[in-house]
């Protein structure tokens, strides 16, 4: 079944610096990839998705691209700020949402 | 509130008894997730429904675990002789199927097998 493998699991970077979080995944049938962050106590929310027939996609400080023949996407965060601590999932989607398992992101003021 | 809603928040309860919970979703969308999540993982895929129907059900699940969307509205699950492995967030969400929308998630339920 879908796999999807998220790295790293943990991740501290400096306020003001970047930060990028990597996940693979299994099936080739994958066609939307959201990006989910989860604050202590809350439930997940999308800050940003991407579909299969586009390589890059960039809202703001957040950007994530894609590249199917790999089954890689990543996660870029630039100009990284306090409120960016959380914990960021990635999924892979063909019609169920497969998860990976979270980075939690610190930044270190 | 218009959103993905879970009922109840928590549930506090001995082992081998079953538990349900509910999950009411954004009213036009229908498909229906559930998963289960424990500290520090993320979500794991147990089931999902497209209406009324059980569309896959995850492998790894236990047959104590059980799911329903009657009227392709909202949907229980239900465990069966709970263990203390249960405990978990156990999550829904919820999606519009028009070209893989965004699923909104409710707030969880909280289990506690004691």
């Known amino acids: 079944g879908e796999n999807v493998e998220q790295h790293p699991s943990t991740l501290s970077v400096q306020e003001g610096d970047s930060a990028v979080i990597k996940c693979t995944y299994s099936?080739?049938?994958?066609?939307?990839f959201p990006w989910y962050k989860q604050e202590l106590g809350k439930r997940p929310q999308l800050i940003i998705d991407?579909?299969?027939?586009?390589g890059e996609k960039k809202d703001q400080r957040i950007a994530v691209t894609l590249n199917k023949t790999a089954k890689h996407f990543s996660l870029h965060i630039t100009e990284t700020q306090p409120e960016d601590s959380a914990v960021y999932f990635c999924?892979?989607?063909?019609?169920?949402?497969?998860f990976g398992k979270g980075t939690r992101l610190h930044i270190l003021p | 509130d218009t959103g993905v809603s879970q009922d109840p928040r928590h549930k506090i309860t001995k082992r081998g008894q079953n538990v349900t919970f509910r999950c009411d979703p954004i009213s036009e969308h229908n498909r229906l997730y559930w998963y289960r999540q424990t500290l520090g993982q993320g979500p794991e895929f147990l089931t999902y429904f497209q209406n009324e129907a059980q569309l896959e059900k995850s492998r790894l699940l236990s047959d104590r675990f059980s799911a329903e969307r009657p009227k392709g509205s909202f949907s229980t699950l239900e465990i069966q002789r709970t263990e203390q492995g249960d405990s978990a967030m156990y999550l829904c969400?919820?999606?519009?199927?028009?070209?893989?929308?965004?699923?909104?998630f409710g707030q969880g339920t909280r289990l506690t097998v004691v």
């Open positions: 991407i579909r299969s027939n586009v």
């Open positions: 099936d080739s049938a994958s066609n939307y």
């Open positions: 999924a892979a989607s063909d019609d169920k949402i497969i």
């Open positions: 969400a919820s999606l519009r199927e028009l070209g893989n929308t965004e699923a909104f």
